[in-house]
Protein backbone atom coordinates (compact mmCIF):
# COMPACT_ATOMS: atom_id res chain seq x y z
CA UNK A 1 0.00 0.00 0.00
CA UNK A 2 1.60 3.47 -0.50
CA UNK A 3 0.72 6.49 1.38
CA UNK A 4 0.83 9.76 -0.33
CA UNK A 5 1.38 13.50 1.22
CA UNK A 6 0.90 16.39 -0.99
CA UNK A 7 2.82 19.70 -0.26
CA UNK A 8 3.61 23.13 -1.63
CA UNK A 9 0.00 24.89 -2.40
CA UNK A 10 -0.63 28.37 -1.30
CA UNK A 11 -2.17 31.68 -2.32
CA UNK A 12 -0.54 33.37 -5.59
CA UNK A 13 -1.11 35.92 -7.63
CA UNK A 14 -2.16 35.15 -11.60
CA UNK A 15 1.13 34.53 -13.53
CA UNK A 16 3.18 33.51 -10.52
CA UNK A 17 4.49 29.74 -10.26
CA UNK A 18 3.99 26.98 -7.77
CA UNK A 19 5.84 23.94 -7.20
CA UNK A 20 3.63 20.71 -5.80
CA UNK A 21 5.40 18.17 -4.34
CA UNK A 22 3.88 14.43 -3.08
CA UNK A 23 6.03 12.37 -0.92
CA UNK A 24 5.43 8.73 -1.29
CA UNK A 25 5.97 5.98 1.48
CA UNK A 26 4.76 2.24 2.00
CA UNK A 27 6.06 1.12 -1.66
CA UNK A 28 8.45 2.44 -4.74
CA UNK A 29 6.83 4.99 -6.28
CA UNK A 30 8.70 4.05 -9.86
CA UNK A 31 6.01 1.17 -9.34
CA UNK A 32 3.56 2.91 -10.18
CA UNK A 33 1.97 5.59 -12.74
CA UNK A 34 1.61 8.90 -10.62
CA UNK A 35 -0.56 11.62 -11.37
CA UNK A 36 -2.02 14.86 -10.61
CA UNK A 37 -5.34 15.48 -10.20
CA UNK A 38 -7.41 18.74 -9.06
CA UNK A 39 -10.61 19.20 -7.58
CA UNK A 40 -12.17 23.08 -7.75
CA UNK A 41 -15.46 23.53 -5.59
CA UNK A 42 -18.50 22.36 -7.28
CA UNK A 43 -16.89 20.52 -10.11
CA UNK A 44 -15.66 17.16 -10.79
CA UNK A 45 -11.80 15.71 -10.10
CA UNK A 46 -10.43 16.31 -13.22
CA UNK A 47 -7.09 15.39 -14.63
CA UNK A 48 -4.40 17.14 -14.63
CA UNK A 49 -0.79 15.49 -15.91
CA UNK A 50 0.69 11.76 -15.38
CA UNK A 51 3.94 9.96 -15.53
CA UNK A 52 4.88 6.54 -16.28
CA UNK A 53 6.75 5.73 -19.36
CA UNK A 54 5.68 8.97 -20.95
CA UNK A 55 3.88 12.07 -19.23
CA UNK A 56 0.66 13.50 -20.21
CA UNK A 57 -1.29 16.57 -19.53
CA UNK A 58 -4.55 17.97 -19.71
CA UNK A 59 -4.73 20.43 -22.43
CA UNK A 60 -5.85 23.46 -20.35
CA UNK A 61 -2.13 23.12 -18.43
CA UNK A 62 0.08 22.17 -21.45
CA UNK A 63 3.01 24.42 -21.92
CA UNK A 64 2.22 25.72 -18.44
CA UNK A 65 2.60 22.46 -16.06
CA UNK A 66 5.61 20.15 -15.92
CA UNK A 67 4.95 17.14 -13.96
CA UNK A 68 8.09 14.99 -13.04
CA UNK A 69 9.81 11.73 -10.50
CA UNK A 70 12.73 11.72 -8.40
CA UNK A 71 12.90 7.91 -7.94
CA UNK A 72 15.47 8.14 -5.51
CA UNK A 73 13.66 10.21 -3.07
CA UNK A 74 9.60 8.46 -3.78
CA UNK A 75 8.57 11.87 -5.12
CA UNK A 76 6.61 13.37 -7.03
CA UNK A 77 6.47 16.98 -8.69
CA UNK A 78 4.19 19.69 -10.40
CA UNK A 79 5.93 22.32 -11.38
CA UNK A 80 3.10 25.16 -12.34
CA UNK A 81 3.97 28.50 -14.39
CA UNK A 82 1.89 31.32 -15.64
CA UNK A 83 -0.92 30.44 -13.24
CA UNK A 84 -4.45 30.88 -13.90
CA UNK A 85 -7.43 31.95 -11.73
CA UNK A 86 -9.06 29.11 -13.20
CA UNK A 87 -5.91 26.83 -11.97
CA UNK A 88 -7.29 27.52 -8.27
CA UNK A 89 -8.52 23.42 -6.64
CA UNK A 90 -7.46 21.29 -4.14
CA UNK A 91 -4.54 18.99 -6.11
CA UNK A 92 -4.47 15.57 -5.85
CA UNK A 93 -1.76 13.32 -6.34
CA UNK A 94 -2.48 9.64 -7.50
CA UNK A 95 -0.75 6.57 -7.86
CA UNK A 96 -1.90 3.73 -10.26
CA UNK A 97 -0.84 0.27 -10.76
CA UNK A 98 -2.61 -2.54 -12.49
CA UNK A 99 -2.26 -6.29 -12.92
CA UNK A 100 -3.47 -8.88 -14.46
CA UNK A 101 -5.81 -9.23 -12.06
CA UNK A 102 -6.40 -6.43 -10.18
CA UNK A 103 -5.98 -2.42 -10.52
CA UNK A 104 -4.30 -0.50 -6.99
CA UNK A 105 -5.17 2.96 -6.81
CA UNK A 106 -3.91 5.41 -3.94
CA UNK A 107 -4.79 9.38 -3.41
CA UNK A 108 -3.23 11.87 -1.30
CA UNK A 109 -5.06 14.13 0.68
CA UNK A 110 -5.22 17.42 -1.09
CA UNK A 111 -2.69 20.50 -1.87
CA UNK A 112 -5.09 24.14 -1.80
CA UNK A 113 -4.14 26.28 -4.33
CA UNK A 114 -5.47 29.69 -4.79
CA UNK A 115 -4.55 31.79 -7.79
CA UNK A 116 -6.42 35.62 -7.56
CA UNK A 117 -6.07 37.85 -10.15
Known amino acids: QVQLVESGGGLVQAGDSLRLSCAASGDTLSNYNSGWFRQAPGKEREFVAS?????AYADSVKGRFTISRDNAKNMVYLQMNSLKPEDTAVYLCQAERLTSVARFQYWGQGTQVTVSS
Open 51 to 55: IGWST
